[in-house]
Structures are given as C-alpha cells and as structure tokens.
C-alpha cells in the first residue's frame, strides 16, 4: 500500500469499532513488510488504540520491532511521535528510566534532523520522569 492510500484508508478506518481499527492496522502491519512509513504510521496508530484503552504493555509491545530497527526507516515526524508513546506508556506503568531511554531517542532523532521545534517537548518528558520520582534537582 502507497503512503498516501494508507492515509485515505486511515481516514475511512476511524468511523469503525475499535477492534476494526485494530483488525485493518493489524493487516497492514502483516503485509507491510518493508520499512516504509506506511509501516511505521500503521505501528503507531495501532499501539495508540492499545494506549488509549489503557494497556500500556500491549502498546509497548507493538512498538517494540520499531524501535529496534528505527533507524531503517526514513525520517517522518511521527517517528517522534512513536518513542514518546512508548515513553508516556513506561511511565504511565512507572518504569521511568525506560521512558527516559524512550524520551532519549526521541531526542536523538529530534537532534539528527535538526526539528528544534521538538527540543522543549523532549526536554519536558524527560524532566517529569525526574519529578514523577520526586528528583526535583535534576528535573530542573
């Protein structure tokens, strides 16, 4: 599937009951193959409807396969957007030193394509890792 078929058929996508959301992202993650951002917007629309419920592991674990081979995949901004959901969701579950590896690579990523707009965000995830564990000095 094209980039921009993926971003109609999203579209049409969200007018159906979540497990048909999960089912069509499912698919597309089984067929999608290659290291495409069809792949990766697909990894995170589907692990976004995990977290919205609330099943922050199951989130996790559909991000996995991306952050391992992250950087395979040619920069889009969502890319970001993929390590701050896993990031949010380790420290939703309170393990706030894996979010902040999460956080980190979203920083790196920020910091390799040069998205400055994106440094304040980070640098504000990361911190409240800091102050969710009452370390205010180094929040600061």
Known sequence: ?????FLKEKERVKALTVQQQKDFYEKV????QQESSVRLLAYFEYAALFYYE???????EILEP?????????YIPEMI?????MGVASQCEG????SRYFYTLAMRVVKEQDARHYY????????????????YEVAL
Do not use: C, H, P
């Not at 599937?1 to 078929?5: A, E, L, R």
């Not at 099943?55 to 996790?60: C, N, T, V």
């Not at 393990?95 to 894996?98: A, G, I, P, R, S």
């Open 1 to 5: 599937m094209d980039y921009n078929t």
């Open 29 to 32: 993650l089984e067929e999608e």
């Open 54 to 60: 609330g099943d922050f592991r199951k989130a996790r």
């Open 66 to 74: 991306f952050a391992i081979s992250y950087q395979s995949y040619a």
């Open 81 to 85: 957007a993929i390590f701050n959901l």
């Open 95 to 98: 393990e706030y030193v894996l």
């Open 120 to 135: 304040a965000y980070e640098y504000n995830n990361i911190s409240l890792t800091y102050i969710a564990e009452q370390n």
